[in-house]
């Protein structure tokens, strides 16, 4: 037992007769590895992505919410009213007639 793990801290597991296996795992453990760490970095990078499509949905969401809200003062009749004194109209002081077509028969 003792002599294995010598073996193992000397690296002669590497420069012996039979390391062709040995070297060959080493590299199927390294390509594991760096498959590993790429597919980490991929993971990160769609973190990230997410996070700032989330802030630009909620900047997007926002100015929305704002553009409608100016909307609705800008299309009170109070605000209509006084956009059009301005420009010398007022309000009918007749109110407004429904016309009825009826169909020929």
């Known amino acids: 037992m003792k002599k294995k793990i010598y073996n193992i801290l000397k690296g002669t597991f590497l420069v ?23 597919s980490s970095h991929s993971a990160d990078k769609k973190v ?6 989330k802030n630009e949905v909620k900047e997007m ?7 409608r809200s100016k909307l609705m003062r800008l299309k009170m009749e109070s605000h209509v009213i ?9 309000i009918s002081e007749d109110p407004p007639k429904k016309i009825k077509v009826k169909a020929k028969k």
Do not use: T
């Open 48 to 53: 990230y992505e997410i996070a700032r499509l």
């Open 16 to 38: 012996s007769d039979d390391s062709f296996r040995n070297w060959r795992f080493i590299l199927f453990i390294s390509g594991l590895a760096l498959v590993m760490i790429a």
């Open 82 to 90: 006084k956009a059009m004194k301005g420009k010398g109209l007022s």
């Open 61 to 67: 969401r926002s100015a929305f919410v704002d553009g």
